[in-house]
């Protein structure tokens, strides 16, 4: 439990530079799994900070994205894709061939074939070693609502009515939030050698506390991390308000 996001979003921003650094200096790829939403932006910020005021480069790091909406056009600034360019790819070194988001425009006959080639790539890069997650009132890391199974893979899931609603913020109403998404599954978040779970406020304390105290479960899935043998929960007193 940090004191504020902001230290919270610092300390995981330095886990991360430290990373980049170790692999550069062993002429290796640090390769990230990345959140969209509310929860990460500080870290993006500060990452940012990083690349301007401290010189870090991210030429030597690959990044994967959870998930983007269905079907997403990449130039709707609605689009994940355009939340990773506006808030993080568009002002560091990353080469654009080493950014990985879910395809929100692929059509939907290559589906199937796409998911299995973004698990192909992630494995490819020998798995991730630092992964985001915010998680959603549902329950739901990356888009795996209530339901998703541990062995899960990336494919196109249905948004669960709560999370539609959550997302109206952005889409101003609800009839304009996609009513589904390409995500990665609870398996391929699951393979991260380090997982960061973040959430920050009061309205995520009843989820925060079923992931953490309640059973493991498909019906919450976030519940499922804590098989993971590397997880830190990261939340603000506001999240940790239910905890026992
Ligand atoms: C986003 C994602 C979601 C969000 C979750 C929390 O890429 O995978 O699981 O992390 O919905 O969203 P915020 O941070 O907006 O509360």
């Not at 939907?108 to 985001?132: H, L, M, R, T, V």
């Not at 920050?200 to 009843?206: Q, T």
């Not at 079923?210 to 603000?236: C, R, Y």
Request: aromatic share 8%; hydrophobic share 35%; proline share 4%.
């Amino acid at each position: 439990i940090k004191e504020s996001e902001d230290v919270a979003c610092k300390e995981v921003a330095s886990d991360i530079a430290r990373l980049i650094i170790e692999k550069q200096k062993k002429g290796k790829t640090a390769v990230l799994g990345l959140a969209t939403g509310v929860t990460p932006i500080k870290i993006y910020q500060e990452l940012v900070k990083k690349h301007r005021e401290e010189g870090l480069s991210f030429h030597n790091v690959v990044t994967f994205n959870l998930d983007e909406y269905y079907p997403q056009s990449k130039t709707s600034e609605l689009s994940y894709y355009y939340f990773m360019h506006h808030h993080l790819f568009d002002h560091i070194d990353i080469p654009a061939e080493n950014i990985n988001i879910p395809d929100g425009e692929i059509e939907s006959d290559k589906i199937a074939d796409y998911c299995k080639f973004y698990e192909e790539k992630i494995d490819a890069y020998g798995g991730i070693d630092i992964q985001i997650l915010g998680i959603g009132r549902t329950g739901h890391i990356g888009f795996n609502e209530p339901g998703s199974r541990q062995e899960s893979l990336t494919r196109l899931v249905k948004l669960h009515p709560v999370t539609i609603m959550d997302a109206t913020r952005e889409f101003i109403r609800e009839e304009q939030v996609p009513r589904r998404a390409i995500t990665m599954g609870i398996k391929t978040i699951s393979k991260a050698r380090k997982v960061y779970l973040l959430a920050w406020g009061e309205k995520k304390a009843p989820i925060i506390k079923e992931a953490i105290e309640g059973g493991i479960s498909e019906e919450i899935p976030a519940t499922f991390l804590q098989n993971h043998p590397n997880v830190s929960v990261m939340i603000d007193s506001d999240a940790a308000l239910e905890l026992t």
